[in-house]
């Protein structure tokens, strides 16, 4: 599904826009970057026609989104969503170079932002691996509380929620827009 909107904002000085991924954002460096970056994608027979296809299809879903950071001219994290009745699933992530920079929690609140402001989404789920303390750390830091551990595929889940009330703005952020294509 394509948002029909996007969030403009400034972080430490730099522009930033978070939109809808789309076809053209795929690029040979985005290949490169979801190849190499920790392992992120296993089949490293990925490639451009089939990363923009993807893509594409994502954007034709009902009930999937996938959105991107841009940090300057960059694009430097994804964001993927799904969408349920009354909530949706978050899943972010921030590129190796640009990671330990504080924009995992923009990722996450851009997307809380995103999907109260253009689809009055209010509830929101996620899952880090139990042993992956930075993104559990993260997590609580955006103000998701957890709620114990699922298995997911075998591997084991810590469960976190949060609601647009209690997702938090990080405070490097400023002169925020939010600009609907409607």
């Known amino acids: 599904m394509l948002v029909n909107g996007k969030l403009n904002f400034t972080v430490n ?13 795929v690029t040979d460096n985005y290949i490169n970057t979801l190849i190499h970056d920790s392992g992120f ?4 027979t990925t490639n451009l026609e089939s990363q923009k296809k ?3 299809n994502i954007a034709e879903s009902a009930s999937d989104i996938l959105f ?3 940090y300057g001219e960059s694009l430097v994290g ?9 909530f949706a699933t978050i899943g972010i992530l921030v590129f190796d170079k640009y990671r330990r920079k504080g924009l995992g929690k923009i990722l996450i609140w ?12 209010k509830q929101y ?8 303390k930075p993104s559990i750390n993260l997590f609580l830091a955006c103000g998701f509380i957890s709620h114990g551990v699922v298995v997911i595929n075998n591997s084991d889940y810590l ?13 490097n952020i400023s002169d925020i827009e939010i600009i609907s294509n409607a």
């Open 13 to 25: 000085d730099v522009f930033c826009t978070y939109r809808s991924l789309l076809g053209k954002d």
């Open 41 to 44: 994608i296993e089949n490293t």
């Open 54 to 56: 993807y893509v594409a």
């Open 68 to 70: 991107g950071l841009y």
């Open 78 to 86: 994804t964001t993927g969503v799904q969408l349920y009745d009354d």
């Open 110 to 121: 851009a997307a809380s932002a995103c999907l109260y402001n253009f689809l009055n989404i």
């Open 125 to 132: 789920v996620a899952n880090a691996k139990v042993d992956n």
């Open 159 to 171: 469960r976190f929620t949060a609601d647009n009330e209690s997702t938090l703005v990080p405070d």
